[in-house]
C-alpha cells in the first residue's frame, strides 16, 4: 500500500498571525536543524456531529488544504518520510505528513474526495474490528481507499486502551489486526499509531519489536531523524484547534531537539508531575523557552546546570491525557517545537 507522492513547491508567505498567537517575545535566536524533519498532523472526523475534541469542520479543514496547496509545503507520503527520519536523509522544509485516525464514515465520505482533489496523499490508520459497524467504515470502503493508494495503517484490533491491557493482550489486538488488514487488503501496514496516543516504555519497546517501521502519538511536535521512530509526535488538529492561524503555526514548526527526558514513563500517579528535559545545544539560546500545561497554561520554566530544564508545575494536571508543550523562537520567525503526552488516573 503506497501513497501517491505530493508536492507543492514554492515560497510561503509570511504569517503575521503567529505574532499575535504568541505575542510578547523578545527577539529569537537561530539554530540547526536534524538532517531531516517533518510535522505530522492527526485528524479524526469531519463535519459530522462528533465530539468537537476529535472533530474538524468542514470549512476548516477546506481551508487547511488550501493552505497546503498553495503555501509552499512539501505533503509527503508518510511512510517516505519515516523513511528519511530512519535513514538520516534530507527533506525539503516545510515537508508535511497527513493521517487520520479510527477510520470513521466521514474519511471517505468527507475527506477523502478534498484529499484526492488536492492531490495530496495521506495515512488511514485502522481498527480492524471497529470496520463495518456504527459511524465507521466499512471494509468495502476501506479497499476502494487502498485501490487508490492511500496508505492503511494498524491502530490494533479494537482501538483498545493499551496502557491498561496486559503485554499478551495487546499483541493479539495487533498481530489480530495485521491478519484481518492482510486477508481483506492484501498487505500487512508497516505504520502504527497508539489509541488515543497512549504509550508506555513497555508499549514503545513491544511495537519496536513487531516489524513495524514506525509509530505515532499524539503529542503536539515535530518528527525528526533524532527522535524515537516509535514515538513520533502528530499535532492533532479539530475544531477547538483548528483554525487556519493553528495550523499555520504547526506548519511553520521545527523541532525542538530535546534528551534526557522525565518522567520516562507516561502514566504518572504523582500530581502534579515533576517533568524536565535537557536540550540539544544546536537549539540556541534557551532565555525564549515557554512550556505551557493542558488546562493551567503557561508553567515556571528553570534552567538549571548547562541546559537542563525543569517545567514547575504549581497546581495539579487535570485527571486523564493531558499535555506539556514546550516552544522556543528562531531567528526567521520559526517556533521549535516538543510536546509531552502524560496519563494522570
Same mark, same amino acid.
Given at each position: 500500500?503506497?501513497?501517491?507522492?505530493?508536492?507543492?513547491?514554492?515560497?510561503?508567505?509570511?504569517?503575521?498571525?503567529?505574532?499575535?498567537?504568541?505575542?510578547?517575545?523578545?527577539?529569537?535566536?537561530?539554530?540547526?536543524?536534524?538532517?531531516?524533519?517533518?510535522?505530522?498532523?492527526?485528524?479524526?472526523?469531519?463535519?459530522?456531529?462528533?465530539?468537537?475534541?476529535?472533530?474538524?469542520?468542514?470549512?476548516?479543514?477546506?481551508?487547511?488544504? $488550501? %493552505?497546503? $496547496?498553495?503555501?509552499?509545503?512539501?505533503?509527503?507520503?508518510?511512510?517516505?518520510?519515516?523513511?528519511?527520519? @530512519?535513514?538520516?536523509?534530507?527533506?525539503?522544509?516545510?515537508?508535511?505528513?497527513?493521517?487520520?485516525?479510527?477510520?470513521?464514515?466521514?474519511?471517505?465520505?468527507?475527506?477523502?474526495?478534498?484529499?484526492?482533489?488536492?492531490?495530496?496523499?495521506?495515512?488511514?490508520?485502522?481498527?480492524?474490528?471497529?470496520?463495518?459497524?456504527?459511524?465507521?467504515?466499512?471494509?468495502?470502503?476501506?479497499? %476502494?481507499?487502498?485501490?487508490?493508494?492511500?496508505?492503511?495503517?494498524?491502530?490494533?484490533?479494537?482501538?483498545?486502551?493499551?496502557?491498561?491491557?496486559? +503485554?499478551?493482550?495487546?499483541?493479539?489486538?495487533?498481530?489480530?489486526?495485521?491478519?484481518?488488514? +492482510?486477508?481483506?487488503?492484501?498487505?500487512?501496514?508497516?505504520?502504527?499509531?497508539?489509541?488515543?496516543?497512549?504509550?508506555?516504555?513497555?508499549?514503545?519497546?513491544?511495537?519496536?519489536?513487531?516489524?513495524?517501521?514506525?509509530?505515532?502519538?499524539?503529542?503536539?511536535?515535530?518528527?525528526?531523524?533524532?527522535?524515537?521512530?516509535?514515538?513520533?509526535? $502528530?499535532?492533532?488538529?479539530? =475544531?477547538?484547534?483548528?483554525?487556519? %492561524?493553528?495550523?499555520?503555526?504547526?506548519? =511553520?514548526?521545527?523541532?525542538?531537539?530535546?534528551?534526557?527526558?522525565?518522567?520516562?514513563?507516561?502514566? @504518572?500517579?504523582?500530581?502534579?508531575?515533576?517533568?524536565?528535559?535537557?536540550?540539544?545545544?544546536?537549539?540556541? =539560546?534557551? =532565555?525564549?523557552l515557554a512550556c505551557f500545561a493542558s488546562g493551567l497554561g503557561r508553567a515556571r520554566v528553570e534552567q538549571l546546570g548547562g541546559r537542563r530544564i525543569e517545567v514547575r508545575l504549581? %497546581?495539579?494536571?487535570?485527571?486523564?491525557?493531558?499535555?506539556?508543550?514546550?516552544?522556543?523562537?528562531?531567528?526567521?520567525?520559526?517556533?521549535?517545537?516538543?510536546?509531552l503526552q502524560l496519563s494522570i488516573p
Amino acid at each position: 500500500m503506497t501513497e501517491r507522492r505530493h508536492t507543492t513547491v514554492g515560497w510561503r508567505r509570511r504569517l503575521a498571525a503567529l505574532a499575535v498567537l504568541l505575542a510578547g517575545a523578545p527577539a529569537p535566536a537561530g539554530a540547526a536543524e536534524p538532517a531531516a524533519s517533518a510535522v505530522i498532523f492527526a485528524y479524526q472526523r469531519f463535519g459530522d456531529d462528533g465530539d468537537p475534541s476529535n472533530t474538524i469542520a468542514v470549512e476548516q479543514f477546506e481551508a487547511h488544504l $488550501r %493552505e497546503l $496547496r498553495r503555501g509552499g509545503y512539501a505533503v509527503l507520503p508518510v511512510g517516505e518520510i519515516v523513511a528519511a527520519l @530512519r535513514d538520516g536523509k534530507a527533506l525539503p522544509d516545510h515537508a508535511v505528513g497527513i493521517t487520520i485516525d479510527d477510520a470513521h464514515v466521514s474519511v471517505y465520505t468527507t475527506a477523502w474526495p478534498r484529499l484526492r482533489a488536492a492531490g495530496l496523499p495521506f495515512t488511514v490508520f485502522v481498527s480492524s474490528e471497529t470496520l463495518d459497524t456504527g459511524s465507521r467504515m466499512s471494509w468495502a470502503q476501506l479497499r %476502494e481507499l487502498a485501490a487508490s493508494g492511500v496508505t492503511i495503517g494498524n491502530q490494533t484490533a479494537g482501538y483498545v486502551r493499551m496502557i491498561d491491557q496486559d +503485554r499478551a493482550y495487546n499483541i493479539g489486538q495487533i498481530l489480530r489486526a495485521q491478519d484481518q488488514l +492482510r486477508a481483506m487488503l492484501g498487505d500487512a501496514p508497516k505504520l502504527f499509531a497508539y489509541p488515543y496516543g497512549e504509550a508506555t516504555t513497555a508499549l514503545r519497546d513491544m511495537v519496536a519489536g513487531m516489524r513495524f517501521d514506525a509509530a505515532f502519538g499524539i503529542h503536539s511536535g515535530v518528527a525528526h531523524s533524532q527522535a524515537d521512530r516509535f514515538q513520533l509526535p $502528530r499535532f492533532p488538529l479539530a =475544531d477547538a484547534f483548528g483554525s487556519i %492561524e493553528r495550523f499555520r503555526l504547526s506548519a =511553520d514548526a521545527l523541532p525542538l531537539v530535546v534528551s534526557e527526558v522525565s518522567p520516562t514513563e507516561a502514566v @504518572r500517579t504523582e500530581n502534579p508531575p515533576h517533568v524536565g528535559f535537557t536540550i540539544d545545544p544546536a537549539m540556541g =539560546d534557551l =532565555d525564549q523557552l515557554a512550556c505551557f500545561a493542558s488546562g493551567l497554561g503557561r508553567a515556571r520554566v528553570e534552567q538549571l546546570g548547562g541546559r537542563r530544564i525543569e517545567v514547575r508545575l504549581d %497546581e495539579k494536571l487535570l485527571p486523564g491525557r493531558t499535555r506539556i508543550n514546550c516552544t522556543l523562537p528562531t531567528s526567521d520567525g520559526r517556533w521549535r517545537w516538543f510536546g509531552l503526552q502524560l496519563s494522570i488516573p
